[in-house]
């Protein structure tokens, strides 16, 4: 009898399981589903909150070790004020304890920090812990972390129409010169490119309010899977289906070869 073969087995990297000719520049994630998979295990809420926090960490590396330049990540929308007052206070709390937590992470993975939404509204030491990170981590340069906190789209192009009536009625600029360019530098996001890849968890088909400009050719991916269970393959898996997906800008196929 002839010897038993040798299985060599090895681990690829994650970037190695995509094609790095066509990773999406900004990925935006809702990260939904918490409540659902607490209670689907018996257990109250706010242990989806928690639980939800590993996944985010796994999600933040496996992009930063992709080679992903941006990810958003959906924490806290201005509707979410609505819900029971304890659960609010323990996700403000939960985000504190993350900021402090995970600095060295960001640290480690050379990731800058930042936040869009209405920031001001958040209890006064998540704010601060918020600013604190953000001007610890303003140097590193390998992927920018947007965390969406008290954040709405609709509030946020309110704010964009104020501001520009303002600057129009003060004769700052000439109503004629507002275009696209300009409104994407008065909006939360005007450092940060057009989402190319928008991810829900829990099998929720909304947008709820999230990047309504920001998404407006964007690809978007549902999974049923709730967020606490959102690994880095669940990642992976999004960003292959993303990278079969023509997009063509309003163009016909043929015009793009
Ligand atoms: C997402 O999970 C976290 C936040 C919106 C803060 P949910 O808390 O919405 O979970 P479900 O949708 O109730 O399962
Ligand atoms: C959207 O999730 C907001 C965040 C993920 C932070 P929700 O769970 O609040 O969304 P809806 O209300 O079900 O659409
Ligand atoms: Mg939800």
């Known amino acids: 009898m002839g010897k038993s073969p040798v299985i060599v087995t090895f681990k690829m990297s994650l970037r190695d399981q995509l094609d790095t000719n066509k990773l999406p520049n900004h990925i935006a994630i809702i990260m939904d589903g918490n409540g659902r998979w607490a209670k689907q295990k018996g257990l109250i809420r706010v242990l989806g909150h928690e639980s939800g926090t590993k996944s985010v960490r796994e999600t933040v590396e496996a992009c930063a070790e992709i080679g992903i330049k941006h990810l958003t990540l959906y924490a806290f929308s201005t509707e979410n004020w609505n819900r029971p007052k304890l659960e609010v206070q323990t996700l403000m709390k939960l985000l504190v304890?993350?900021?402090?937590?995970?600095?060295?992470t960001l640290q480690d993975n050379e990731i800058k920090l930042?936040?869009?939404?209405?920031?001001?509204?958040l209890p006064e030491k998540a704010f601060n812990e918020l600013q604190?990170?953000?001007?610890?981590?303003?140097?590193?340069e390998r992927m920018t972390l947007t965390l969406a906190l008290s954040y709405g789209s609709r509030e946020e192009l309110v704010n964009v129409v104020k501001e520009l009536s303002l600057k129009v009625k003060n004769n700052i600029i000439s109503a004629e010169t507002i275009d696209e360019s300009i409104i994407n530098k008065h909006l939360y996001t005007q450092n940060l490119p057009d989402v190319d890849l928008l991810i829900r968890t829990s099998g929720?088909?909304?947008?709820?309010?999230?990047?309504?400009?920001?998404?407006?050719?964007?690809?978007?991916?549902?999974?049923?899977?709730f967020w606490p269970d959102f690994k880095k393959e669940h990642l992976v898996e999004a960003i292959r289906e993303y990278q079969n997906r023509e997009r063509r800008f309003g163009k016909t196929s043929e015009q793009l070869t």
């Open 97 to 104: 304890k993350s900021l402090k937590k995970e600095i060295k």
């Open 114 to 121: 930042t936040a869009i939404g209405c920031l001001k509204d």
């Open 132 to 140: 604190y990170v953000k001007e610890k981590t303003k140097n590193n």
């Open 204 to 225: 929720e088909q909304r947008i709820s309010n999230f990047l309504l400009w920001q998404i407006a050719y964007a690809e978007l991916y549902f999974t049923d899977i």
